[in-house]
């Protein structure tokens, strides 16, 4: 059953015990099957090529080798995750969204930075926006972009948004330190992105919704960037200590198996892709221009997702290690697409 949340997001949860009851239907020859995982919907009739490429992406196709894991600094993510919520709400045109701006400036200081500055027409008139694009460079031809957002609910002076979406921000500062201390860094060039207008002004749309994701897919698109980007990975919601990473049903399937083999080289299988959803998020623009993405998020924040957007969603709710599985499988990830024959 598809459920459409106050944001927009569709879900289509399966539980563990419906698959468990989809195994025992195989294995013992049930005559239908009708799993959301299955089932054809009208959606899926006009869905992107880049969400519904089969391209294997088996572990046949990726040579063994001795590379030491990747391991971003739990810690240091944590901190500046608990930096970025300590600024108060971060909606657009807010002290705390300027704050944020500032700090992303001053952390990525000396870095090969690009500011995308645009103004976007919205409910609530022209607002300025900004997405950070910090650009880390490889030894292959082609780049893979890691993004989160980093704004929160427009117009609530009581949501500071810890895990939507300070988590996807501290956590794309923790990989920024990770690849600033690579020398030589074998593999795709890797570009980060903080992206700016995740949220809805008024309420989630196609037109208001996602603003930048939407301004910088559009961007790549006309001035070639996008024919370059061998995946887009995207990171939302993903410090709850509770981490179960689901699977969108929205992003590139071959994708999502690679990630899902990332997280199982570094031991972490067990919190990836228990769950299928079908996610309206920032990867879909991008989707929509051709580009292979994966939504990594955790749309399960507190019991029947009582966190999300409310004042709940708190500091005290993360882990450092949460941020840490994600981070870690996103460099894999990376590395793993390069690795690819």
């Excluded at 899926?44 to 294997?56: D, F, I, L, N």
């Excluded at 909606?91 to 704050?99: D, F, I």
Aim: hydrophobic share 40%; charged share 20%.
């Amino acid at each position: 059953m598809n459920v459409v949340s106050e944001r927009g997001r569709i879900v289509a949860p399966i539980t563990r015990a419906f698959i468990l009851c989809f195994m025992i239907c195989g294995l013992y020859g049930c005559t239908e099957r009708n799993s959301p995982a299955t089932r054809s919907s009208p959606e899926a009739a006009t869905r992107p090529a880049a969400m519904t490429e089969t391209s294997p992406a088996d572990s046949a196709a990726l040579p063994p080798d001795n590379t030491p894991p990747p391991h971003i600094d739990a810690a240091k993510a944590m901190d500046y995750v608990r930096q970025v919520v300590s600024f108060g709400p971060r909606y657009l045109n807010s002290p705390g969204h300027k704050k944020t701006e500032e700090f992303l400036r001053a952390h990525l200081k000396g870095d090969d930075v690009e500011e995308d500055a645009f103004t976007a027409s919205t409910p609530a008139g022209s607002l300025p926006m900004v997405n950070f694009i910090a650009k880390f460079p490889g030894s292959q031809s082609g780049t893979v972009v890691l993004a989160g957002h980093y704004d929160t609910l427009y117009g609530r002076n009581d949501f500071v948004g810890a895990n939507d979406a300070a988590s996807d921000t501290g956590l794309l500062l923790a990989i920024a330190d990770y690849l600033r201390a690579q020398k030589r860094r074998q593999g795709y060039s890797i570009w980060l992105v903080w992206l700016d207008g995740e949220e809805a002004v008024k309420q989630w749309t196609a037109t208001d919704s996602v603003y930048g994701a939407r301004h910088l897919a559009d961007k790549w698109q006309k001035d070639g960037t996008a024919k370059n980007i061998k995946a887009f990975l995207l990171a939302d919601m993903i410090g709850d200590k509770d981490l179960d990473i689901d699977r969108d049903q929205n992003s590139t399937p071959w994708v999502q198996d690679l990630v899902g083999q990332a997280a199982a080289r570094l031991g972490y299988q067990s919190h990836f892709f228990q769950r299928l959803n079908a996610v309206e998020d920032d990867h879909l623009p991008f989707a929509r221009i051709g580009v292979p993405v994966a939504d990594l998020i955790d749309f399960n924040y507190g019991y029947n997702n009582v966190f999300w957007h409310s004042p709940q969603d708190t500091v005290d709710k993360l882990s450092p290690q949460s941020l840490a599985i994600v981070g870690d499988v996103m460099l894999e990830s990376s590395r793993l697409l390069a690795a690819r024959k």
